[in-house]
């Protein structure tokens, strides 16, 4: 009852939300570098004189791990930053925190650069604003499931009642009860990582890092944590930077989708933007083994207005995926639907559109040289 | 002449040879050479002496002697020996004073009270039933057999000195785990405390302390057998999973908290499997030690081989194999307990 009023509350407060969190986001990353070796100042100089990222390990055999990375993190939002191995995701998430320095740049969280932290205040941005989920789980082998759980509360000097009782819930909540005092190895994969993320929400932080926290288990379980956490976080509006190598996941979870490559940014935004209009081969070739139909959604093949033609099929929902509006027409391709959102008609969706948008766009631009041939 | 005699010669420094010639006292050989009236020995041309010290010396007196050599350097110890007595005395007396301590303590127990003792003991850290029922066993046999007074003197040096390596050896361990440059330094003292024969140990302690002091086989048998656990302690701590050290940090730990909840916790398997190494080396470095006064079984292998007294020596050293085998067994015990309570998945 409480879940579903929040819920509701949610998404009718979501276009404000979403421009105010655009307005102020809760972390941002401004220009930054990272590079490995002896005297990274030194290779920071030529960087930014246009050295690549080849040429820097050949000729003065430092690693270009990041480059001029500027990443805005919405609050209550989940970002994914995807990427192959290699890419620095890993490198780049572990900035936000502080477990790696940065060579150069800004790590700016609620508009307080990180960077400047001393020990004690860092200590206490990990306690308190952010916690992190790991992809090997990383929990203590030798706690019980409930210490583990209360890790950050114990760690911050909280008395055993208290984290007791914070482990407790949040172990219910992630589907633990009853375990308490097992101890991790007698868990399951997929059981250890909800105590990694009982162990996360326990700290009551803000910001949850999550590093290719579901990579390392098997599909049907990956599905199981990824919809738990979807529905956490329609509950908790935690801010979340979830780092994978996988698509699927990231478009299934991401609000604001960032892809990583050798180091840099090469495209970020809405996750269906990217999907549509990917800005170069590497992220087209990306995009080009997905299911396109059941991660497009209606609102963003639609064609806004024109909503008083008599000619409607029916009515179907903003938020559909392509693969629901195409059960719907029974594989009908002249049909046009009604776009409705929140009850009003928001714009008309021709199948037709439907059909072309399931085409990726480099082989669709390969099309018309088929046919001529 | 000696066969050197013209190198010098042809060098020109016959001047600097004998300018302060001073004849030391004769060497043996030199001696004998003389009682049996020889005179110059040829020495034929394709069989030199090697150019040694000795050799030298004989062509030229101002090139000093090997045993000058080692007795400046026997000079130069009992020079500096009044000034490290001074600074070592005090520093090592608490030693003396916990193994005479223990060794009252123990001897002095009676054994209706001191046997369930160690039961009790041994039950604490391994749970196992059948291993104090072995152990009692033990213990009654060599008490049967009077060996009782003697084996527990062993158990009361080697009691104290494995508690001496670990409190001082963890810390060693933890501080090389914690810094690449330390451990770099550590190393070779350690490749060297496990290398010397364990009777050079005792040459310059003997002549640093008295004799009738228990502290000189204490600080014997604690340098022999400190190195497993320092090492043992320090690969622990650098084996404790990063990922799990990286856990620690994101949530904020300080080092302290880091090192008492998380890697000494996880380095304890390793930790104690070097505690049990060095109660072995103790075993056997305390039997060593009774050369130089430490009591217990040791005494009376020694004199097994003195006297060639051979049921003596054998029955001692019996003694000695069963209370390694206890004292191996019974660490052991408490390791595999570690273990199962630690077992990663």
Not at chain 1, 183 to 188: A, D, V
Not at chain 1, 267 to 288: K, T
Not at chain 2, 85 to 109: E, I, M, Y
Not at chain 2, 213 to 227: D, N, P, Q
Request: glycine share 8%.
């Amino acid at each position: 009852m409480t879940m579903t009023a929040a819920a509701s509350l949610a998404t009718t407060a979501d276009p404000d939300a979403e421009t105010s969190a655009r307005a102020t986001p809760k972390i941002s990353i401004r220009n930054l570098y990272k590079i490995f070796g002896e005297t990274p100042v030194e290779a920071l100089g030529h960087v930014r004189q246009g050295v690549g990222k080849v040429e820097l390990l050949e000729r003065f055999n430092h690693v270009l791990g990041l480059s001029d990375i500027n990443v805005d993190i919405a609050r209550g939002q989940i970002t994914v930053i995807m990427g192959l191995s290699g890419s620095g995701k890993s490198t780049l998430i572990r900035h936000l925190n502080r477990l790696i320095d940065p060579t150069a740049g800004e790590v700016r969280v609620d508009d307080e650069d990180i960077l400047t932290y001393g020990e004690q205040a860092l200590r206490r941005l990990r306690q308190k604003q952010m916690s992190m989920v790991f992809q090997k789980f990383a929990l203590l082998p030798h706690r019980t499931v409930m210490q583990n759980a209360g890790l950050s509360l114990h760690v911050g000097g909280e008395g055993q009642d208290v984290m007791e009782k914070e482990a407790r819930r949040w172990l219910d909540r992630v589907g633990l009860k009853g375990y308490e005092q097992h101890y991790p190895h007698q868990l399951s994969g997929g059981m250890q990582q909800r105590v990694g993320i009982a162990r996360a929400l326990t700290s009551n932080s803000e910001i949850m890092l999550m590093d290719e926290a579901f990579s390392a288990l098997d599909p049907l379980i990956r599905t199981d944590m990824q919809d738990l956490l979807l529905e956490l976080q329609q509950e908790l509006h935690k801010t979340i930077v979830f780092i994978t190598h996988d698509l699927d996941e990231a478009l299934k979870l991401a609000d604001h989708l960032v892809i990583l490559k050798d180091g840099y940014v090469v495209q970020q935004g809405e996750p269906q933007g990217i999907l549509l209009n990917p800005a170069d081969p590497y992220i087209e070739d990306f995009v080009s083994d997905i299911n396109r139909a059941r991660v497009l959604r209606v609102r963003s093949v639609m064609a806004p207005g024109d909503i008083t033609r008599a000619d409607l099929a029916g009515e179907i929902d903003h938020n559909a995926t392509l693969e629901d509006v195409i059960a719907a027409s029974g594989g009908e391709t002249t049909h046009s639907y009604r776009v409705m959102k929140e009850g009003r008609p928001v714009g008309v969706l021709r199948m037709a559109d439907l059909v072309k948008a399931l085409v990726p766009r480099a082989a669709s631009g390969q099309g018309p040289r088929t046919g001529a041939g | 002449m000696a066969f050197y005699t013209g190198l010098f010669d042809a060098l020109g420094l016959r001047g600097w040879c004998d300018a302060d010639a001073q004849d030391g006292p004769m060497t043996m050989a030199q001696l004998l050479a003389r009682s049996q009236g020889g005179g110059e020995v040829t020495v034929p041309w394709w069989n030199p002496p090697f150019p040694s010290l000795d050799a030298l010396h004989e062509a030229c007196n101002a090139i000093p002697r090997t045993r000058d050599l080692t007795s400046g350097l026997e000079q130069l110890f009992l020079d500096v020996r009044d000034g490290l007595r001074v600074v070592l005395d005090p520093l090592t007396q608490p030693l003396s004073w916990l193994l005479d301590g223990a060794l009252w303590l123990f001897v002095s127990s009676p054994w209706w009270i001191l046997i369930p003792l160690i039961m009790a003991l041994c039950y604490v850290v391994s749970r196992s039933v059948s291993l104090i029922l072995a152990v009692a066993a033990s213990i009654l046999l060599l008490a049967f057999i009077d060996h009782y007074d003697y084996a527990i003197q062993t158990l009361s040096i080697i009691f104290v000195c494995t508690a001496l390596c670990v409190v001082f050896g963890i810390p060693i361990g933890i501080a090389m785990s914690k810094s690449n440059r330390f451990q770099r330094g550590m190393l070779p003292v350690l490749d060297m405390l496990q290398t010397l024969p364990s009777f050079v140990y005792l040459i310059p302690l003997i002549f640093l302390f008295s004799v009738t002091e228990s502290k000189l086989y204490g600080i014997a048998i604690i340098l022999y057998a400190i190195v497993p656990v320092i090492r043992l302690t320090d690969l622990g701590i650098r084996l404790v999973d990063k990922d799990v050290i990286e856990a620690a940090n994101a949530f904020g730990m300080s080092g302290r908290q880091k090192l008492f909840q998380v890697e000494i916790p996880l380095a304890l398997p390793n930790i104690m499997a070097g505690v049990n190494q060095t109660i072995m080396m103790a075993l056997a470095m305390v039997v060593i030690a009774s050369l130089v006064s430490a009591p217990g079984l040791g005494v009376l292998v020694l004199r097994g081989i003195r006297n060639l007294e051979l049921g003596v020596g054998l029955v001692a050293g019996l003694g000695i194999v069963i209370l390694a085998v206890i004292l191996d067994r019974v660490s052991k015990a408490a390791l595999a307990r570690i273990n199962t309570s630690h077992s990663t998945g």
